[in-house]
């Protein structure tokens, strides 16, 4: 298994001084046998070695588009170049942690008939250095049932296009997935769930991948509320779907709704919050109208009642 050749798909968009640095954590890599390619979605610039300032690496690929894709597009595009068994993307605004590989390629090796390994994440505006040995840190395996129970619950953090994943199975379920009608929020997030519908995947709870966090981040400045509203949509009937085919009870659906509108009405909040352009009063109408009405007919009475509480208790938040 260590010799096994793995491959990173990064996506950049006219932001050279983050990409190197990205490039960069993969280039310092204890795992080495590994090809990088990287999408140039930014049409006005070129990308190559000379114009990062890189010495030459053959490991390196990069392609530069004609026309624009779009971040998911681009995404599947380096997909569809890879012809190693493992795949995995990075933002050019993010970094792996120099164990990232050899740890994921390593819980692999220890288990059968793996579909992804993943690890946990830290987030911010400088990389958090791991705290503890990651020999010690735990590992977990999951079906599709225990994966969605935790995950949802929140109880596992990772970034769904951030793991080591078999090229094979990503290239079964389409690539990347796109919801909703913008920009895809939700979509990193439903992969693993998709990918864990297809069997077993690995999970450590060490932060070994960075999801940087600056003015230019979707996930802090957007206050497209369409984007996330037409995601959720997406998201929930993937998810009824793939219920109803694994044949769960109804109280575990029941459970699982409830665990999916509260995390989406978090993200609701924290969208119109960032929104100066409409009053406070304009805010909860829109809040009430598009999440207690549209999503309380998911679920059970019990969680029902959960929910009003906790819509209420949210409401508050956006003043």
């Known amino acids: 298994m260590n010799k096994l050749t793995v491959t990173i798909g990064i996506t950049t968009y006219n932001r050279k001084n983050f990409l190197k640095e990205a490039i960069k954590s993969i280039l310092q890599q204890t795992h080495q046998n590994f090809k990088i390619i990287v999408g140039n979605d930014y049409t006005k610039e070129i990308i190559n070695f000379k114009s990062l300032?890189?010495?030459?690496d053959k490991r390196i690929i990069f392609i530069n588009h004609n026309i624009s894709l779009g971040e998911l597009d681009n995404m599947n595009y380096l997909l569809r170049l890879c012809s190693s068994?493992?795949?995995?993307?990075?933002?050019?605004?993010?970094?792996?942690?120099?164990?990232?590989?050899?740890?994921?390629?390593?819980?692999?090796?220890?288990?059968?008939?793996?579909?992804a390994s993943y690890s946990n994440f830290s987030s911010g505006?400088?990389?958090?250095p791991i705290k503890k040995n990651i020999n010690e840190t735990k590992i977990e395996k999951f079906n599709f049932e225990t994966?969605?129970?935790?995950?949802?619950?929140?109880?596992?953090?990772?970034i769904g296009c951030y793991g080591l994943i078999r090229t094979n199975i990503l290239k079964k379920l389409g690539g990347h997935p796109k919801l909703g009608n913008s920009?895809?929020?939700?979509?990193d997030a439903i992969l693993p769930i998709l990918i864990s519908s297809e069997g077993s995947i690995l999970w450590e709870d060490t932060k070994l991948v960075f999801l940087r966090t600056h003015q230019n981040s979707l996930s802090v400045k957007s206050s497209n509320l369409e984007a996330y509203s037409s995601s959720e949509q997406d998201f929930i009937f993937i998810i009824s779907k793939?219920?109803?085919?694994?044949?769960f009870n109804k109280s575990f659906k029941n459970y699982i709704y409830y665990k999916i509108i509260v995390w989406f009405t978090h993200n609701t909040t924290n969208v119109l919050k960032r929104n100066k352009k409409i009053n406070i009063f304009k805010k909860l109408l829109i809040f009430f109208r598009k999440k207690f009405l549209q999503d309380i007919k998911y679920i059970s009475f019990k969680f029902k009642i959960i929910y009003t509480i906790k819509i209420l208790y949210l409401a508050y938040k956006i003043f």
């Open 53 to 56: 300032g890189m010495p030459i």
């Open 85 to 115: 068994e493992w795949f995995t993307w990075l933002a050019d605004d993010d970094l792996m942690h120099k164990d990232f590989l050899k740890t994921m390629l390593k819980n692999i090796n220890n288990n059968d008939k793996i579909l």
């Open 125 to 128: 505006i400088l990389f958090d």
């Open 147 to 158: 994966f969605i129970q935790k995950y949802v619950s929140h109880k596992i953090k990772l």
């Open 183 to 187: 920009f895809g929020p939700y979509s």
């Open 242 to 247: 793939l219920m109803i085919a694994n044949k």
